[in-house]
């Protein structure tokens, strides 16, 4: 046997473990999802600065009459649950389902403190008499951060889902394709809100 | 996978996104002209976007096509939105 014809061998081995190194985390459907949730979230999006320049001064009051703090507030709960969700799927890589599952809890533990400021800010906002009708601000502002709110309560019960199923020990640390989808949904809504949070509240 | 390195720069990506959003809210204060305010902002999505892209989604690991698919949409789509607001 050749030395050319035992380094190929070598070299296909190497190329096909780089190539099993570089795994899409969770499933292939969900990122096609996700990647559906982040097209319609750009056309939102892109909407709201469309209408901006052609409302400026709607839109500036508008600005002026959101609460900033409590959007930073949320802004820094949902990174930090994002943060848990992270360190969730690097206890489960080490088989520590317990562990992940004690930071899963954690992480929705920070979803709460969003959803309960958003609510309280929507609250605060009927109170003063602002609603979906009163302007095109509003009615875009209400649209977008109701529609976000709905997937951060979809991501909280599919963190439960995974959360469940990891006590359940349903998971073997060497596939959690399931837990990894459901933790990448999760960042996708923490990724929306990064881009909502300056758009909305900021600029 | 995360080993004890990937916990450190999880954690290090989680403090440097907690600072980019709190110096998003308040550097109006310093940068006065709109412009250049709004160019600022966007500039930190991306750089934010980045982070949850790479670091908690850990697309850096994954192949490339997705990672840049990922990658695409947190730079064009604050682009976009500066070019709307400065033209």
């Known amino acids: 046997m050749s030395s050319s014809s035992i380094i190929i061998p070598l070299s296909t081995s190497t190329i096909a473990e780089k190539i099993t190194d570089k795994k899409l ?10 990647l559906a949730e982040l097209t319609v979230f750009a056309i939102f999006f892109i909407g709201f600065a469309v209408s901006e320049q ?26 930090t649950s994002s943060f848990f969700v992270a360190l969730a799927l ?3 890589h080490k088989a ?34 602002i609603t979906i009708e009163t302007n095109t601000f509003f009615t875009l502002y209400f649209l977008i951060t109701a529609f976000h709110l709905m997937h951060v309560l979809l991501g909280m019960v599919i963190l439960s889902v995974i959360a469940y199923s990891a006590w359940q020990g349903k998971y073997h640390h060497h596939n959690l394709s399931g837990f990894e989808a459901g933790a990448s949904y999760w960042h996708m809504v923490d990724l929306l809100w990064i881009i909502l949070f300056p758009l909305i509240y900021v600029i | 996978m995360l080993n004890n390195k990937s916990v450190y720069l999880v954690s290090y990506s989680w403090l440097l996104l907690i600072a980019l959003s709190i110096i998003a809210v308040y550097m109006d204060n310093v940068i006065g002209d709109r412009s250049l305010y709004i160019i600022a902002a966007l500039s930190i999505v991306v750089i934010k976007g980045q982070q949850v892209v790479d670091v908690f989604m850990e697309l850096k690991k994954a192949p490339r096509f997705w990672r840049i698919l990922l990658l695409s949409y947190i ?3 604050p682009l976009i939105i500066t070019i709307i607001y400065l033209v």
């Open chain 1, 96 to 129: 520590q389902a317990k562990n992940a599952v004690f930071l899963l809890l954690t992480a929705k533990a920070f979803a709460l403190i969003y959803i309960s400021v958003k609510i309280w800010e929507y609250l605060s906002l009927f109170e003063q008499g």
């Open chain 1, 25 to 34: 985390p969770g499933d292939l459907a969900m990122w096609f999802f996700i």
């Open chain 1, 54 to 79: 052609l409302n400026t001064n709607i839109f500036a009051q508008g600005k002026a009459q959101l609460h900033q703090t409590s959007g930073l507030i949320n802004t820094i709960a949902l990174i």
């Open chain 1, 90 to 92: 690097g206890a489960m």
């Open chain 2, 75 to 77: 730079v064009l789509l």
